[in-house]
């Protein structure tokens, strides 16, 4: 399991959260709503991996920023040939020099995407005490539901993925506003305990025609 942790708290993301004051020991606790594999607006980074599967070979993906499909795979492990034959070809080819057209094209996390994969999240409630102890066991009842319920309704809890496999090419544009296309190169089991199935992805920053996008 790819998200196993030494300890469970570790695996969660806090999506909101907010004092409490229990009546009977007069103490302040933390109520949170927290996932482990949150929607994608509550990711702290750009992509996250949450199934890959060596045998159909596919991975899949959860993405925060903004996706389109290139039209055509790339079934080489060859900067060179991606950065000066591929690209250049793309921009001639669909007469697109500054990659506008996809762009324009592109959705946020890739909900536009053939066949993206919609889930609703399961939050948990977990609840903290002054030490930061997760006492959810024993205080999760104690908590008013309204509470719980003002929580849970300021949470965005659909998620949204993406099938990528060997070969496939996207526009990505991160939250940090660069563009980049996104090669999936290799899917794979690792070869070292506990040899977990991984998915490896190769970053170019599109940049336009009359600039070097990137260097082999």
């Given at each position: 399991?790819r998200?196993?942790?030494?300890?469970?708290?570790?695996?969660f993301?806090v999506?909101?959260?907010?004092?409490?004051?229990?009546?009977?020991?007069?103490?302040?606790?933390?109520?949170?709503?927290?996932?482990?594999?949150?929607?994608?607006?509550?990711?702290i980074?750009?992509?996250?991996?949450?199934?890959?599967?060596?045998?159909?070979?596919?991975?899949?993906?959860r993405?925060?920023?903004?996706?389109?499909?290139?039209?055509?795979?790339?079934?080489?492990e060859?900067?060179?040939?991606?950065?000066?034959?591929?690209?250049?070809?793309?921009?001639?080819?669909?007469?697109?020099?500054?990659?506008?057209?996809?762009?324009?094209?592109?959705?946020?996390?890739?909900?536009?995407?053939?066949?993206?994969?919609?889930?609703?999240?399961?939050?948990?409630?977990?609840?903290?005490d002054?030490?930061?102890?997760?006492?959810?066991?024993t205080?999760?009842?104690?908590?008013?539901?309204?509470?719980?319920?003002?929580?849970?309704?300021?949470?965005?809890?659909?998620?949204?993925?993406?099938?990528?496999k060997?070969?496939?090419?996207?526009?990505?544009?991160?939250?940090?506003?660069?563009?980049?296309?996104?090669?999936?190169?290799?899917?794979?089991k690792?070869?070292?305990?506990?040899?977990?199935?991984r998915?490896?992805?190769?970053?170019?920053?599109?940049?336009?025609?009359?600039?070097?996008?990137?260097?082999?």
């Amino acid at each position: 399991n790819r998200y196993e942790s030494e300890k469970l708290q570790d695996q969660f993301l806090v999506i909101e959260q907010t004092d409490w004051t229990y009546p009977v020991d007069n103490k302040s606790y933390k109520v949170q709503i927290v996932n482990m594999i949150p929607p994608n607006a509550y990711m702290i980074g750009d992509i996250m991996v949450i199934d890959v599967d060596t045998i159909s070979n596919y991975a899949l993906l959860r993405l925060k920023g903004y996706v389109a499909q290139f039209p055509e795979k790339f079934l080489f492990e060859d900067a060179y040939k991606f950065c000066n034959e591929y690209l250049p070809n793309y921009r001639t080819k669909y007469t697109d020099p500054e990659y506008r057209t996809i762009a324009s094209q592109s959705s946020q996390y890739g909900v536009n995407i053939v066949s993206p994969v919609t889930d609703t999240s399961v939050n948990h409630v977990r609840v903290l005490d002054p030490d930061g102890n997760d006492v959810s066991s024993t205080m999760e009842n104690q908590v008013p539901q309204d509470i719980i319920n003002n929580l849970n309704s300021k949470v965005k809890s659909v998620g949204h993925s993406v099938y990528v496999k060997i070969g496939d090419v996207f526009y990505y544009r991160a939250i940090n506003g660069k563009e980049f296309a996104v090669i999936v190169s290799n899917i794979f089991k690792g070869t070292l305990e506990p040899k977990i199935n991984r998915v490896t992805l190769r970053f170019s920053e599109l940049k336009g025609k009359d600039t070097q996008e990137c260097k082999p």
